[in-house]
T-cell receptor, first 112, second 108 residues
Framework: GAGVSQSPSNKVTEKGKDVELRCDPI?????LYWYRQSLGQGLEFLIY????????KSGLPSDRFSAERTGGSVSTLTIQRTQQEDSAVYLC??????????FGAGTRLSVL | DAKTTQPNSMESNEEEPVHLPCNHS???????IHWYRQLPSQGPEYVIH???SNVNNRMASLAIAEDRKSSTLILHRATLRDAAVYYC?????????FGPGTSLSVIP
């Protein structure tokens, strides 16, 4: 079956622009996660959705970052006024019950 | 999370067992321990998970300390395809905490 799909796979943007990253989870998975992975680093947890709600948004690095999930399915991560330090791979994962996570291939964001 | 620690790197000879440790000193009683691995330019892939008892699956074994403050991922016979970064992870309430990862090199 289809896995977690993220788009775009690569995004190059100019400093100060807004970007939207999309995640299509595996059908039927109720939990959805966003992570950031800087070059050569580990996974930084950003936010978790159970259904459409995110109980804790404190993992988001700044108020320029926001995320939403609609219909218990697709999620978008929005970064406003991008900065060079936002350059990273953004990974999405989904889970049928908040346990085992299935990851997408990620979106590589480069801010020039 | 500074309290979830893993060695930065490890090496193993092909066909030999590998023990990858993780310390998660702040784990609570209901936190599951998961292990994932990540190949270059790919998203992480689930390996194994457990709560209190040791676990085995087709990929690996997981040994969990009695106090649950540490765990060890065991690859019984390392192959070249096992070269990856291995992450331990615990989920606390609505946060997921990954360790810094161990880069495993397998020598032919």
């Amino acid at each position: 079956g289809a896995g977690v799909s993220q788009s775009p796979s690569n995004k190059v943007t100019e400093k100060g622009k807004d970007v939207e990253l999309r995640c299509d989870p595996i059908s039927g998975h109720t939990a959805l996660y966003w992570y950031r992975q800087s070059l050569g680093q580990g996974l930084e947890f950003l936010i978790y959705f159970q259904g459409n709600s995110a109980p804790d948004k404190s993992g988001l690095p700044s108020d320029r970052f926001s995320a939403e999930r609609t219909g218990g399915s697709v999620s978008t991560l929005t970064i406003q006024r991008t900065q060079q330090e936002d350059s990273a791979v953004y990974l999405c994962a989904s889970s049928p019950g908040g346990n085992i996570q299935y990851f997408g291939a990620g979106t590589r964001l480069s801010v020039l | 999370d500074a309290k979830t620690t893993q060695p930065n790197s490890m090496e193993s000879n092909e066909e030999e067992p590998v023990h990858l440790p993780c310390n998660h000193s702040t784990i609570s009683g209901t936190d599951y321990i998961h292990w994932y691995r990540q190949l270059p330019s790919q998203g992480p892939e689930y390996v194994i998970h457990g709560l209190t008892s040791n676990v085995n699956n087709r990929m690996a074994s997981l040994a969990i300390a009695e106090d649950r403050k540490s765990s060890t991922l065991i690859l019984h016979r390392a192959t070249l395809r096992d070269a990856a970064v291995y992450y331990c992870e615990k989920t606390s309430y609505d946060k997921v905490i990954f360790g810094p990862g161990t880069s495993l090199s397998v020598i032919p």
